[in-house]
């Protein structure tokens, strides 16, 4: 619609961002500037393609697409979740696959059957009550931790966990398991409410692009 | 402490100066335009009794309704949105009337949404109703009046997107699905998640045409021949039949109009209230994240308050839209704001004989007593900032 304007992508530091950007090149989307591991730019710009990239931390991506200041972004279910923001889910894009999981010694197992008061620590406490409350109608009691969330079973701080797992190593060495699975969670593209209207061509174009790539 | 009674809680503030002023020019403009098709002003109460933004109306939901209590225990709650309360004063004073009743308004509304930091929880809808008439010529018109006003507001590139309720009912009732499925394809198709979709569907019996009609959700575009296609798809099911029809005919009814390049039409729409029951849309800009406009067409809402009358209407974000329009860098023009009379102590008498005459003649004087100490440039810079059109000094 407007020649001139630059789409804007917002993607979540790490991991995802190397795999977005090894995913964009596979349809001819490049940033050269993003590969310099020196580079203390904050902003980069394909200017051929009329593109802009910023880095932001996961749980920020969504709010920079719902305000419209990014066009785009590439952030995992589990934040789009737990942020609940108003934005469109547009592509799964397959990578960083791995699941939402109660987790906990196997004698907690019991506790998850009888709608017992039980003490939930999680990352994650909007999606931990989103399932406790609305899936398995269990009240429980939502500890909010900001990390080694396995711990808290361990030294009796709370009786589950809900957390995401990948492999499950750290979940076997610590004595705990898998107890119930909450969703499966991957890699999505989210786009910004008015640009899906206003750059509708060029998003739209992006998306056929991507879905061969992503072997969907 | 003193420092603290100056702050303005989370989520409200103050507006003044020039912003203020460019505020109440667009809305000046606004209101223009819609009194250009013969709608009346009217002013509804900012807080109402609960029930008028309740569950069964289905506005905002109630956690993020801001609710106190009148002296007889009475819950009240601070309008939301505006429509309601006109499709109240509508059922109130136009019980008898049979002819169409055009009203338009501007007022403050609030929403009580902590999670969403950094949004404003006051925020001031204009907008207007079309009260009992169901035509689609209604409808033409409330479109156009949508685009008229945009424009006048000095928008250049903006997109209306037009979609129908019944579509998305229809394919729910023809495709046999419970509550629950559509609470989850309602919130799927909302967040344009048509992967999500795909998988609900793909595990689904349905007939083919059907399943193509589920497909058409994801299309933002659609070509007068992908409509017609549709409609062909559609001949087995009454309900989304009709929804198509009627998009159809708006169409032909806004070829009147000559608006087609601000129009587009969208099955894949869900309106963010409940109350609406045939033609959805919103307006959409660069610069602002969320919709500018929203409107549709709400024919069961004024039942509830004893009248039958379809209706439809729409509102624009007034903050919305003048936070695109500066961000669009699009020009406003600001008048000038009079003369800067300033008088040496003790001329007072004079300097009022004279800011009387200019204001009994139309213009606008400030007066400023002038301090020896202070340089006349002084006075003229002020009077630069504040967009005074000349400045006369009395010493």
Redesign the interface.
């Given at each position: 619609m407007c020649e001139n304007r630059y789409l804007t992508f917002a993607l979540g530091k790490g991991r995802l961002a190397k795999q977005t950007l090894e995913t964009f090149e596979k349809i001819g989307i490049t940033c050269e500037e993003m590969k310099d591991k020196e580079t203390r730019k904050l902003i980069f710009v394909n200017e051929a393609l009329k593109l802009k990239f910023f880095l932001a931390k996961g749980p920020d991506v969504p709010t920079y697409v719902e305000y419209g200041a990014a066009d785009i972004g590439v952030v995992g279910k589990d934040t789009i979740l737990e942020e609940g923001r108003n934005l469109y889910e547009v592509l799964d894009l397959g990578f960083g696959a791995c699941r939402m999981c109660v987790c906990g010694p196997s004698d907690a197992k019991e506790r998850l059957k009888h709608h017992e008061l039980i003490r939930v620590a999680t990352k994650y406490p909007r999606i931990a009550k989103d399932y406790f409350y609305n899936k398995k109608h269990q009240t429980v009691e939502i500890i909010k931790l900001n990390g080694s969330i396995e711990l808290a079973p361990i030294v009796g701080l709370s009786e589950v966990i809900v957390d995401i797992v990948e492999t499950g190593s750290t979940l076997r060495e610590n004595g705990l398991g898998v107890l119930e699975e909450v969703c499966p969670l991957s890699a999505r593209m989210v786009v910004n409410q008015v640009s899906m209207k206003m750059e509708h061509e060029r998003i739209a174009k992006l998306i056929t692009d991507l879905k061969p790539v992503i072997g969907k | 402490m003193k420092r603290r009674i100056l702050h303005t809680p989370e989520g409200v503030r103050d507006i003044y100066n020039d912003e203020c002023e460019r505020k109440q020019i667009l809305q000046d403009k606004l209101k223009q335009a819609i009194e250009c098709y013969g709608y009346r002003i009217i002013e509804t109460p900012t807080f109402e009794f609960f029930d008028i933004f309740g569950k069964e109306i289905g506005t905002t939901p109630s956690k993020d309704l801001y609710k106190f209590f009148d002296r007889e225990g009475n819950t009240l709650a601070l309008r939301p949105d505006i429509t309601p309360s006109i499709a109240r004063a509508a059922a109130k004073y136009f019980i008898e009337e049979d002819m169409p009743i055009r009203l338009y308004y501007a007022g403050n509304t609030f929403i009580n949404n902590s999670?969403y930091q950094?949004r404003l929880k006051e925020s001031t809808q204009l907008g207007a109703e079309l009260i009992g008439d169901n035509s689609v010529d209604a409808d033409a018109e409330i479109l156009s009046m949508a685009v008229e006003c945009l424009l006048a507001s000095g928008l250049k590139?903006f997109?209306l997107?037009v979609g129908h309720s019944d579509f998305f009912q229809g394919l729910m009732e023809s495709a046999g699905f419970d509550e629950e499925a559509m609470e989850e394809l309602r919130e799927l198709i909302a967040?344009?998640?048509?992967?999500?979709v795909e998988e609900v569907i793909s595990n689904r019996e349905m007939e083919e045409n059907l399943r193509e009609l589920f497909h058409m959700l994801g299309n933002?575009?659609f070509s007068r021949e992908e409509m017609a296609k549709a409609r062909a798809l559609a001949v087995d099911y009454p309900r989304i039949l009709s929804a198509v029809v009627r998009l159809e005919e708006l169409q032909k009814a806004l070829e009147a109009y000559q608006i087609d390049d601000y129009v587009s039409y969208e099955l894949g729409m869900v309106g963010n209230y409940q109350y609406y029951t045939g033609i959805i849309f919103a307006g959409?800009?660069?610069?602002?994240?969320?919709?500018i406009v929203k409107g549709g067409r709400y024919d069961k809402l004024l039942t509830y308050f004893g009248k039958q009358a379809a209706s439809i209407g729409f509102a624009i974000v007034v903050d919305q839209l003048l936070a695109a329009l500066g961000r669009q860098n699009a020009v406003m023009e600001m008048p000038g704001r009079g003369t800067l009379l300033v008088y040496a102590k003790g001329r007072l008498a004079e300097a009022v004989t004279q800011a009387t005459q200019i204001r009994k003649s139309g213009g606008s004087v400030e007066l400023i007593g002038m301090d020896s100490w202070r340089a006349r440039e002084e006075y003229e810079a002020y009077a630069e900032q504040n967009r005074k059109e000349n400045v006369i000094f009395l010493d």
């Open positions: - | 999670s950094g590139e997109q997107s967040n344009k998640n048509y992967f999500g933002y575009y959409y800009t660069f610069g602002s994240g969320e919709p």
